[in-house]
């Protein structure tokens, strides 16, 4: 039998009281944004994530004895990424007079607005919903940002599904309480695109109780969810957004003809947990089953509802999905979504390899437009010194209107453009020191991620962000000690244990473990389909080249042909990778000597050796040695 919405909860924790009591997302929010102070109190903070927004304080202007510099983070909600050019203009607007002249992409395709006072919180908000943008439910326990690739693809209807029902379920699950336009826009509800009719109807529509008909909130009721969900819409193969890593995956499946038939479902992953918490960890996500497209919104209605009255509500350390799907295991999960859904749920599909795509640099989208994917290190848009990408992306939006969809890796998509634009877009680029070219950004720092951490999280043990360049640039040394100064290796950093940054996928994870210290998790993969395992708890930051130089050298020496890092410390085990480092003996630094021999070579065969340490990728001097090798192993005639 299903318990039903109704089913009073046996105990409830504090924050479940303080969902219970805030009059749908009202109170005592809407009071204290009235009044004359620099923060809001514990309880309106529980509700103001639900709007959008974490209090945080810059811990880096912490005095004794004197208020903590208080700020709000704002972190808006776009489905699948997509940025408008008017709203991307506000934000970018917003951050130079609210902010700290800052955008950070986040790794769920949103854009975080850091530094703004309570006080510009109201004008901030109003001005993004404005600018058709919203930043209802990007915090709080309800569904968060829905996922999708962002390439933009016009001749490829499997993306152009992904994006369509990436929207649709963002709008189903919306929270429907009138307090967020009462809030901030004083009940004047502005609408950036109509809701489509069957999701309307979807969501009034009762089923096996899986909504409450008579509340403000159908869906949520008044507790809302126990904690936060997040979900994701995906096409066959294509890995853009960790599709292991949400609480609801769904991947597209057409026909011969390119006809959307239904989706694959995978649920219960989740990559949150808490240092010496055994009963807490990260988890990826099982396959549930195959839904046609007529049941799509009832299923994921159905999966809401057995989370919104299974999950945990008295220890939010234990309230996420995924450990509901962990202690109940798949079948009894699934048995309890058809029960809501009121059918069986069909088997899954078969699916090839996924794949992770980060779409860099220029790409025809389909239909004679291109696109242009840019990198953003660690999702900061900023300027400094040369580098000045938040100048170049205001000109090139003002000047030319164009959309973007954020990645999941915190980059950023430019499309829509016509191809006689190119060449002006790329004067911008490169006139500020932007590369666009995909194969001259350094491969640590194309493909590594970190988190915000100090000095604005609260949650943050020690540096990420700040931290993790410096890291990467030391990284790069050891490998070039090693002759291995090309390879290519996943690496992502997070502050605390929460892993933001999805560092449990990585080939190569720092988790902030103390300050100054991390825990490393090994052994994920290129295309993030298998989890990380925690190799070493706590590891110094004075130790990295040290630690890591036997694992780079074990790797160069027993890897298989195309075999990345991730992948070989997971074939070979923990067991085999500590034996070696015990015993390995550190290379020491080649000498350079004073007086080396110098050889010269005419000026077109320099040329002609230029070109192809470009084009292989490999040092001039390397090529040199080869051929001299080859030459001198050849028998000569007496």
């Known amino acids: 039998m299903v318990n039903t919405p109704t089913s009073p909860a046996p105990k409830l924790s504090k924050l479940e009281r303080i969902k219970e009591n805030s009059n749908f997302l009202r109170e005592p929010l809407a009071s204290e944004l009235l009044e004359d102070t620099s923060h809001f109190t514990e309880n309106a903070v529980q509700i103001l994530k639900f709007h959008g927004s974490y209090q945080q304080d810059n811990r880096d202007n912490r005095v004794k004895g004197q208020e903590k510099d208080y700020q709000m983070m704002l972190r808006t909600r776009n489905p699948g990424g997509f940025i408008p050019p008017e709203l991307y203009l506000t934000l970018d607007r917003l951050s130079d007079e609210y902010g700290n002249h800052t955008l950070r992409v986040t790794t769920r395709q949103g854009f975080q607005v850091h530094g703004i006072l309570k006080k510009n919180l109201k004008t901030a908000i109003s001005s993004i919903v404005q600018s058709m943008g919203s930043t209802l439910g990007a915090c709080g326990d309800l569904n968060r940002n829905v996922m999708a690739p962002p390439a933009p693809f016009k001749n490829r209807r499997e993306y152009q599904y992904a994006w369509e029902y990436a929207d649709n379920i963002a709008d189903l ?33 009762n089923g096996n109780k899986t909504i409450f008909p008579d509340k403000e909130e159908p869906i949520y009721g008044e507790h809302y969810l126990p904690r936060k969900f997040k979900c994701s819409v995906t096409v066959p193969g294509d890995n853009s957004i960790d599709v292991y890593t949400h609480d609801v995956s769904l991947v597209v499946i057409t026909d011969d003809h390119g006809e959307l038939q239904g989706f694959n479902v995978l649920a219960g992953g989740g990559l949150g947990r808490t240092h010496n918490k055994e009963e807490t960890f990260a988890r990826i996500s099982d396959p549930i089953g195959y839904v046609t497209k007529e049941d799509l919104y009832d299923l994921m209605k159905a999966i809401v509802s057995t989370q919104r009255d299974y999950g945990d509500r008295v220890q939010r350390r234990h309230a996420r999905m995924k450990y509901l799907i962990n202690d109940w295991g798949v079948e009894k999960f699934r048995a309890k979504v058809e ?15 996924w794949k992770y795509e980060d779409y860099l ?34 000109s090139i939006i003002e000047q030319f209107q164009l959309p973007m969809r954020l990645t999941a890796n915190h980059n950023a998509i430019l499309y829509e453009i016509d191809p006689s634009h190119k060449d002006s877009i790329e004067k911008i680029l490169h006139d500020c020191g932007i590369i666009t070219n995909p194969q001259e950004i350094d491969n640590l720092t194309r493909y590594s991620m970190a988190c915000p951490a100090l000095p604005t ?27 291995m100064a090309e390879q ?12 933001c940054a999805r560092p449990y996928m990585a080939e190569l994870g720092f988790v902030g473990s103390a300050p100054n210290a991390y825990q490393i998790w090994l052994g994920g993969s290129p295309h993030q389909t298998n989890l990380a395992q925690p190799y070493i708890q706590k590891l110094a930051d004075k130790d990295i080249e040290k630690f890591l130089e036997p694992l780079f050298a074990y790797f160069k020496q027993e890897k298989t042909e195309q075999e990345s890092f991730g992948e ?44 192809a340490s470009e084009s292989e990728k490999r040092p001039m001097n390397h090529i040199v040695a080869d051929a001299l090798a080859a030459y001198f192993s050849q028998e000569k005639p007496e």
């Open 339 to 353: 029960e809501y859904f009121g059918k069986s749920l069909e088997p899954f599909k078969p699916l090839p390899d």
């Open 361 to 394: 640099g220029w790409h025809e989208q389909g239909d004679g437009k291109l696109f242009l994917g840019i990198s953003i290190e660690n999702g900061r848009i900023k300027d400094e010194g040369s580098f000045q990408l938040k100048t170049a992306l205001k």
């Open 173 to 205: 699950l919306t929270p429907q309480t009138e307090a967020y336009y009462e809030i901030w826009l004083d009940g004047e509800k502005f609408l950036s695109a109509q809701e489509s009719r069957e999701v309307v109807e979807a969501r009034q529509r």
């Open 488 to 499: 290519e290796i996943v690496i992502r950093m997070t502050g605390c244990p929460n892993g």
């Open 457 to 483: 999280c609260g949650l943050a043990i020690t540096e990420s962000e700040r931290a993790l360049p410096g890291i990467l640039e030391r990284i790069k040394k050891v490998l070039a000690k090693l002759d």
């Open 568 to 611: 070989f410390c997971h074939r070979l085990g923990f067991e085999a990778l500590r034996a070696f480092s015990e015993s390995y003996k550190p290379i020491k630094p080649r000498r350079i000597r004073k007086n080396q021999h110098r050889v010269s070579v005419p000026d077109e065969m320099f040329e002609r050796l230029k070109k």
